[in-house]
Structures are given as C-alpha cells and as structure tokens.
C-alpha cells in the first residue's frame, strides 16, 4: 500500500508540475502578444509621425526587393512546375488538361503565390531586420540614438515597414509570373498542351477577384512581418545569445502568423468578392 501511496502522489506531482508549466508558457506567450499588439501601435503611429527617412527606406527596398528577388523567383519557378506536373497528369485522367492554365492561374494568383513568398520573405528578411536591430540593442546603439534625440522606431522600424509594405507585392507579382511560365514549359513539353490554349486559359481566370486577393494577402503580409521583426529586434535580451533566440523566434512567428492570416484573409475575402471571381 505504501509504494501504490507513493506512486499516486508522485503522479499528482507530475501533473502539477505539467499545469504549472501550461499555466506558466499560456501566461508568457498573453504578455508576448500584448507587448507586440502595443509596439505594433507604437509603429503605425510613428509612421504618420514627422522626420521621414527617405534615405533608409530607399535602402531596406533595395535590401528587401532586390535582395530577395532571386530567393523568390527560383521557389516560384520550382513550385509553378510543380504544380504544373501534378495537375497535368490529375487532369489528363479525365480529359481535361486543357483546363491545366485556368488552374495554374487560380492556385498562383490567388495561393502560391502570395503564400509562398511571403514565407521566403519572412525567412530571409524578418531574420535580418531581427538580428540587426538586436545587436544594435546588444551595443547600446539604440540607447545613443535616444541620448541624440532620435527615436528609433521612427528610424529603425518605419523603413523597415515601408518597405516590405512596398516590395512584398511586388515580389509577390514576380513570383506568379515566373511560376505560371513554369507551369507554361510542363505543359508544352510534359504534356504537349498547345502554346495558345495554355495562355488562353490562364488569361481567362486573371480577373479582378483573383487579382485583388493575390495584391492584398502579401500587403497584410508584410505589417505582420515588419511588427514581429522589429518587436523581436527591439526587446531582445541576453547578449549574443538572446539575438540568436530572438531571430530564431522571429522567422518562426511570422511564418506561422503568415499561415493564419493567408486561412482567414482567404475565408474572409472569397466571401466578399465571390462574385468576381
């Protein structure tokens, strides 16, 4: 009887400990969202603020855009053809790989291809914006900027939004026109679709609808990923170490959030805009 005693209260221990822990991470990750709700606010605020750094916007585009255009144009490439490869051959089976462009166009435009580079952007850049202005806290870099007079919001992180709020769409269109030439080349060669048809089918599903949800998911993109780079940059702690955490935590929250967002915005938008479609 003693041992079944001590068995039971070492499981009620374990379980304990396991609510506690539950209890503990919940607590952390509510304060976690609430501090990047506020520092979220922070930065819109400081963008309809005064002293516009035209300087460091015009930079993080060129670091952002063109940085990341040759990431975004090899993913889109591969998963356009893809794509192409797997709704050929689906299509084909009930004669319908004529209708190979009109899917191309929808499952691109509408999905991969705002999805797909808002995912390579928060890998590649989020990271970067992360780890930069960590070590700057790291240095007490930031601390300087605030003994001048300058806040760093204001000029760390509003060029930072600008421009992926600027370079994400237009990425993203990038990325749809190299994979629908993907899906272009399996569906001449692999699948010995006429040229003309292809284009014609692609042409006929690049109506508005699918275009205005393909321009709005990687702009919603982008304000997610500019908030949680620079709110994990801003309140990283622990020196080197806690950077390295921070970026790792960055990439991470933005791809998740980017997943979410893309469930809802779609649900949401193809509700209000089925009709154009």
């Given at each position: 009887m003693p041992v079944v005693g001590g068995y039971h209260c070492q499981k009620t221990e374990r379980t304990t400990a396991i609510l506690s822990a539950l209890n503990n991470w919940l607590k952390h990750m509510a304060r976690e969202y609430q501090a990047l709700f506020f520092f979220s606010l922070r930065m819109l605020r400081a963008v309809f603020s005064r002293t516009f750094y035209v300087t460091e916007t015009m930079e993080q585009m060129y670091l952002i855009g063109v940085g990341s255009l040759y990431l975004v144009l090899l993913a889109g490439a591969f998963a356009g053809q893809g794509f192409a490869i797997a709704?050929?051959?689906?299509?084909?089976?009930?004669?319908?790989?004529?209708?190979?462009?009109?899917?191309?166009?929808?499952a691109i435009?509408?999905?991969?291809?705002?999805?797909?580079?808002?995912?390579?952007?928060a890998a590649r850049v989020s990271a970067g914006i992360t780890a930069e202005i960590g070590a700057m806290k790291s240095s007490n870099q930031l601390?300087?900027?605030?003994?001048?007079?300058?806040?760093?919001?204001?000029?760390?992180?509003?060029p930072r939004l600008l421009a992926l709020v600027l370079m994400v769409p237009a990425l993203t269109i990038a990325c749809d026109a190299i994979a629908i030439i993907g899906g272009w080349l399996i569906a001449a060669v692999v699948a010995k679709m006429s040229v003309t048809i292809y284009w014609a089918s692609v042409k006929e599903r690049l109506v508005f609808?699918?275009?205005?949800?393909?321009?709005l998911k990687p702009f919603i993109f982008s304000f997610f990923i500019a908030f949680i780079a620079c709110y994990k940059g801003f309140s990283a702690e622990g020196g080197t170490k806690g950077v390295g955490r921070a970026t790792t935590e960055s990439v991470v929250m933005?791809?998740?959030?980017?997943?979410?967002?893309?469930?809802?915005?779609?649900?949401?938008?193809?509700?209000?805009?089925?009709?154009?479609?």
């Open positions: 709704f050929a051959n689906e299509l084909a089976d009930f004669g319908a790989k004529n209708y190979l462009g009109r899917i191309m166009s929808i435009v509408r999905e991969l291809g705002p999805t797909l580079t808002g995912l390579m952007v601390d300087a900027m605030l003994a001048f007079g300058i806040d760093p919001v204001r000029k760390l992180a509003v609808g699918n275009i205005f949800m393909g321009l933005s791809s998740i959030m980017i997943l979410i967002v893309n469930f809802f915005l779609t649900k949401l938008v193809h509700g209000a805009i089925k009709g154009y479609l």
